[in-house]
């Protein structure tokens, strides 16, 4: 891949009305996997949150792809480190549309470290408090309006399986959030409120070209049995599929379109 390789957000199919009626948050919806899974949610009938956190500007260009699937949009900011924050965004998105059905928790930022002792204190903080924490608070906010029914889905990663040595803190953090899904999943199925995740493998999102040096760009992806990155549209059917009334009997439970890569546990 190269640096100015662009990233395919297009759903594939034309929507079939899965969604219909629900309103979705997706947090880091304004992109790459956010993004795309925005852009189908919205093809298929759903009403979409899209949180920013510093650049509106992208928020807005996708708010335009996905009300050019026919959906209304709210475009917020959210800091999903902060709390009241995450609790202010779930408010409003109420205020908005009167309910929240599907609550995907996707914003995450991630640092290349290859020494352990070069991690610092204040950059494992953040990273844990907008991996982690923002996943958790923005559970919190959205339980007391969320129904028999609702979905709430993590973005995980391969990483929470296999580990990265380069990216050692938010592996970590992904297997966090791991954690923390199947336990929500234990707790919240008496109430008729499904958790699952999805664990990507290697994903060409703006994120990679921007923290990942030049002479690695070009094998991204490369070390999967498939030899390349998936683009964020081929990840989003897999949120489509966990959001919708197709995982009725689904929860606790993680999918992984990672290229091939064997994972277990």
Known sequence: MHRDDPADYTPRYPGSGRLAGRVAFVSGGASGIGRAVVRLFAREGARVVIPWHSDEAEAREVEAEARAEGA?????????????????????????????????????IQTIEEDVAKITEDQVEQLFRTNVFGYLWLVQAALPHLEKGASVIFTTSVNAYRGNHLLIDYSASKGAELSLLRALSLNLS?????????APGPVWTPLIPETTPEEDLKDFGSDVPMKRPAQPAEIAPAFLFLACED??????????PNGGTPVSG
């Open 72 to 108: 209304e949009v709210l475009v917020l900011q959210l800091d999903a480190a902060d709390r009241g924050s995450c609790f202010a965004a779930v408010e409003a998105t109420v205020q908005r549309f009167g309910r929240l059905d599907v609550l995907v928790c996707n914003a995450s």
């Open 190 to 198: 008496g109430r008729g409120i499904r958790v699952n995740g999805v």
């Open 247 to 256: 995982a009725s009997y689904v929860t606790g439970q993680v999918l992984h």
